[in-house]
């Protein structure tokens, strides 16, 4: 096989070495991307992209901790998934609560660890869109929970998530494309997303010397019910259908899916991601080039 830098030509063995044991593949063996054995919590994880993500987190082998503010969507949800397959018996829990309230944070982490032992990922994923109208309009009890839900409940996560974590977990965030552009109507919302950047980038830097990786997911418009509920009000802002706009500013042309996202959320969430860290992975079809 011919190699442009024959300097740099290595054997395989040589190569195999200099791949970090955490992510070397050995036949029979622990796979790369494999979160078997992991604690994860994913919040928001009653709706589209959480059920999702907890669906790929369990396929890997996790055990999850499912988080909702809506206590019955999170039964449901936790019931889809038992019927779903035998092997998730003992590695779903569920816990109702405020991802907003710092003590109910604290609660369903400590949680976390007294169900599996331990806690590897948190994903932040829980999220409202609030209100669509111009920065005069804007309804400040709107702004300030908003606020609350898409940027101070991740910060508490980390805040109260971190003394819990092992040594080289993750914490994924659900951004948004708006955590990167922005369009009128939104301000709540994407000053949240963008916010959220900051955060991220932040512990990055703070968690890496314990091998803990910190980043985010950024999600364009999604097939889904937040997004059609997002879309309802800017047909009415724009007088025309706002699906099909958002379509035409995407350079796949078209909204993406749930389990796109989930695995990107995966892939950060488990050592294939293991020199990632303090970055935003887009999942939006290119609308934010
Ligand atoms: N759907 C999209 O197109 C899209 C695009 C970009 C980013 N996002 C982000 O993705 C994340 C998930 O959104 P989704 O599309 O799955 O929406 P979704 O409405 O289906 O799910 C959000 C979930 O969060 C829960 N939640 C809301 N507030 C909460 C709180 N205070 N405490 C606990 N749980 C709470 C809701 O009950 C719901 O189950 C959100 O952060 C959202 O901003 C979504």
């Known amino acids: 096989m011919s190699c442009l830098f024959p300097a740099f030509a290595l054997t395989l063995p040589e190569a195999a070495a200099m791949v970090p044991a955490t992510i070397r593949t050995v036949r029979g063996k622990r796979l790369a991307g494999d979160l078997r054995d992991r604690a994860c919590v994913v919040t928001g ?17 996790a055990s999850v901790l499912l988080v909702d503010r809506d206590a019955d969507a999170l039964a449901a949800a936790a019931a889809t998934l038992d019927d779903r397959d035998d092997s998730h018996a003992g590695r779903i829990a569920i816990v109702a609560a405020d991802v907003a309230d710092a003590r109910e944070t604290e609660a369903f982490l400590a949680e976390a660890v007294r169900r599996f032992g331990r806690l590897d990922v948190i994903v932040c994923n829980a999220g409202i869109s609030g209100a669509i109208a111009p920065a005069q309009d804007y309804p400040e009890d709107v702004f300030d929970r908003v606020l609350a839900v898409n940027l101070k409940a991740p910060f508490l996560a980390c805040k109260y998530g971190l ?10 965030m659900t951004a948004s494309v708006v955590s990167v552009t922005s369009d009128p109507g939104i301000a709540a919302y994407a000053a949240s997303k963008h916010g959220l950047i900051g955060l991220m980038r932040t512990v990055a830097k703070e968690a890496a010397p314990r091998r803990i990786r910190v980043n985010a997911v950024a999600p364009g418009p999604i097939d889904n019910g937040f997004q059609r509920d997002v879309e309802t009000g800017l047909t009415k802002a724009i007088g025309r259908p706002a699906g099909a706009f958002l379509d035409g500013l995407i350079p796949m042309g078209r909204h993406g899916a749930a389990n796109e996202v989930a695995e990107a959320i995966l892939y950060l969430a488990s050592d294939r991601a293991s020199f990632t860290t303090g970055s935003v992975l887009m999942v939006d079809g290119g609308m934010h080039v």
């Open 45 to 61: 994880a009653a709706g589209s992209l959480g059920l999702a993500c907890v669906d790929a987190f369990l396929r890997e082998g």
């Open 163 to 172: 003394p819990l974590m092992s040594d080289g977990g993750a914490i994924v």
